[in-house]
Nanobody, 125 residues
């Protein structure tokens, strides 16, 4: 059974919104750095957004999504989220979440190694 499970993907038109969820089991997300990543067909996995810790409230975003995506946590639900607004066709990809012990900077996918199935996001009219 995976420790992290992504959900919330789907088909959305350009300009639309989706909220992805990352549910954790067996450990508290509160104490970890969380990263969201995506991989488009034929391309390598890239960092989208990350959050260093709940206490620091320090987040990072890829330039391509700044102002449109927001990473957050619900500690009571032990779940992380990626709110995606103003989606573009270039956002079509499989989206993944993962965690590491505190790590700064946190957008490099090479620093994460617990990849799950991800959730497919397709932005198309």
């Amino acid at each position: 059974q995976p420790r992290l499970v992504e959900s919330g993907g789907g088909l959305v038109q350009p300009g639309g919104s989706l909220r992805l969820s990352c549910a954790a089991s067996g450990f508290p997300l509160y104490h970890y750095t969380i990263g969201w990543f995506r991989q488009a067909p034929g391309k390598e996995r890239e960092g989208v957004s990350c959050s260093l810790s709940s206490s620091e409230a320090s987040t990072s975003y890829a330039d391509s999504v700044k102002g449109r995506f927001t990473i957050s946590r619900d500690n009571a639900k032990n779940t992380a989220y990626l709110q995606m607004n103003s989606l573009r066709p270039g956002g079509t990809a499989v989206y993944y979440c993962d965690v590491v012990g505190y790590f700064d900077p946190c957008l490099n996918p090479a620093e994460y190694d617990n990849w799950g199935k991800g959730t497919q996001v397709t932005v198309s009219s």
